[in-house]
């Protein structure tokens, strides 16, 4: 019954995405408890237009 | 006040979400009072590539 | 797999919070179809001293 | 290390928006302290479809 | 009908609080339009003891 | 710049708290990239009388 919701920076492959959620199940599983089937993950891709930190989108930041 | 959300598989017609948002606001007044006009719905569709359980996403897994 | 997340004012009984969920998960159910055992529902209390609107904490509004 | 997101309707201009998190990063530091840099916000576009009150979306609402 | 929430460490006034709510507000409207009294905020307290950075709570780390 | 968030039932002990984040936090660098500094994580615990399947408070379901 974990919910485990990422927000993260688009971009990442499917491939990517999809090792993602099956090492942070097993992470969870090895560390906390319960069964691998009671793991919920939702992935939610975040634009650079849409996250900001110090009052500054990451897109707008230089490079670097 | 209240603020409820939704998350859901993508793939409801607006016709269904109508009916959903209505049902739902209803069902908030009728057990835990207030007014309808103070309740609050955001629905999210979440594609099955980004949804898992188990390890593994929604999409990927056999149908059945 | 949907997931219903509700944020409301502390206050309401353990009593209309059962009711509250059945008739959430029935409502789900009956306008967006799935089963009621894939309705999975999060309660939030929200305290007065936490929920602003203009600005003002409801907390700290005259009451009416 | 605060985190703010802000959930709105779509429509507000690239400009806008960085107006928005330039302003709400000031306002926490002014308020509740901190630095800058430790200021990280999530905008969120809400479509009017997506976003009811009163058991009606608001892109379902007549004008006015 | 933006929704504005803040996680932030516990530890703040009330009066900071009050502070922030208010500026957030004024810091919205001013720059994404709307009136103050369609601006929603929820503050959320979180202890060092449930939020991590580089997989260690904030409440474990050495001062400074 | 990845957040992670995890709610779970609560009665973790700290230790499984620290064991679990550190894990998360690995999982996610391993898999998706960054460095672990820039991965950020909030626990949730929930309430066995805050979180409903089918309608019932896991509260108020028979034990097995």
Not at 19 to 37: C, I, M, Q, R, S
């Amino acid at each position: 019954m974990p919910m485990i919701r990422v927000e993260m920076f688009a971009g990442r492959t499917v491939e990517q995405k999809r090792a993602l959620v099956k090492a942070l199940t097993e992470a969870f599983v090895a560390t906390a408890g319960g069964t691998p089937a009671s793991v919920q993950i939702i992935l939610t891709d975040i634009e650079k237009s849409a996250w900001a930190t110090a009052g500054v989108f990451a897109a707008d930041k230089p490079p670097g």
